[in-house]
Structures are given as C-alpha cells and as structure tokens.
C-alpha cells in the first residue's frame, strides 16, 4: 500500500476516535448532572433569597438613615431661628439702649455747657468786685446814693437791693462793716422788700424804728458787731448800698 494512503487511512481512524471519546465526556457529564441531589435548586433559591433579603434591609438602613438626617437638619433648621430671633432681640434692646445713652449723653453735654456758663459768669462777677455767698452774689457799691438811686442801680446791674431772708445771711452782711442801704421801705405803715414781700422778722437795732427824724422809711444796715442791726433812715440820705443776686 502506498504510503500516502496509508497516512489517509490513520487520520481518518484517529479522527473516529477523538469522536467517540467528545461523545463519551458528553454522557458522563449529563449523567453527573442528572445524578445531582434533588436540595441543590432550593440552596440556590435560598441564596436568591438571602440576596433580595440583603437588598431589603440595605434599602431600609438607607432610607432610616436619611429620616435621621432630615430630622438633625430640621433640628438644626429650628435652632438657628431661635438663635436668630434672640439676636434680633437682643439688637432691638442694643438699639433702645444706645438710644437712651445718646439721649443721656445729650442732657449731660447740656448741663456741662450750664455749669461752664454759669462758672465764667461767677468768675466775671467775682472779678467785678462782687461777693459770693451761700446762693447769692452781693456787690457792695463804691459810689453814695439815695436809697431810690441805689435801688435803679441794681436794677441796671441785673439783681435788685439785698433782701434778707434768714439768720445765716444777715450774720454774713454784718461782717462786710460798712453803712448800706437794703431792699427794704416803708409804706403806709407797712414795711416791704422791694420784691413786694411784706418783712415778717426783722434785725431791727434796739430802739428802731423809730422815725426820729420823720419820713424815715428807708432801711440801711449800720456798722455793728451785732447782727441787730438796721435802722430806718430818710430815704434821700446818699450812702452805699449792696445789691443782690441769686445764685446763677
């Protein structure tokens, strides 16, 4: 036989063999698979189960976890407005406050312009000549006057005649030891200060008045130790007199 056909004949054998033995895997295979135990579909619809199962509680931490975040930020939410509403208080508080500090600020820049006013006032009076004492400015004047010139005087100065209202003072004007008229006038028998005030108690010297001379309605104080003092005069005599002012 010739040597070609020879090879023919061998791979056409070797080929009915690799057939046969695909065709005998095949039948053991589907016999295995055929032999399997009758459990493994449910193992396999358990394990189906347990997947979806898995899901299921996953979809459910989800979603709580979102609730819980939803409920922090409205929480949030909720305090930042009551914080916001505290501070709107607490500026509409400031604003009244600042308010009341400017009002006050306001009256005291007022009061310090009074005081410094009334401070350069007495300094001018003072070095005018003028006395101070308790609540009142007192000039005694350098010039002699009838009692009715003295009182235009004062009025041209500003104050009037000294009017005596108590002890303290009238013990303070015996010290200035000068003879001066005083705000005080007889007048159908009464005797008035110039404020029109009738004189309830007076600092009368002993004996006055007295009207010695006649028509004495005017009164001075005269140079004395004692503070009983006054005494009626006639109104035309020229002699110093002291006026008054009140406390600026």
Known sequence: MPMDSLRSVNSTQSDHVNSENKDAE?????HRYASRPTSTWPKIRME??????????WY????GTLGMLCVLLLT?????????LHLNSTCSNCTSERDLLQ????????ENTKVKSRLSDLVRHLQDGWIFFAS??????????SWDEARK?????????VIINNRDEQEFLTKIQNDYWIGLMEKDGVWKWVDGKAL?????????????VGEEDCAEIRSRSDFHNWNDDVCSKSQRWLCEKKRL
Request: charged share 25%; with cysteine.
């Open 48 to 57: 189906i189960t347990g997947i979806r199962l898995t899901g299921h509680v």
């Open 103 to 110: 009002t006050n600020l306001k009256t005291l820049q007022k």
């Open 136 to 145: 009142s400015l007192y000039y005694l004047s350098t010039e002699r006057r």
């Open 153 to 161: 005087d004062c009025i041209y100065r500003g104050p009037t005649l």
């Open 26 to 30: 095949e039948d053991v295979a589907i």
């Open 76 to 84: 949030v939410v909720i305090i930042l407005s009551v914080e916001r």
């Open 200 to 212: 309830t108690d007076g600092f009368w010297d002993k004996g006055q008045p007295n009207n010695y």
């Open 60 to 63: 459910r931490v989800v979603t």
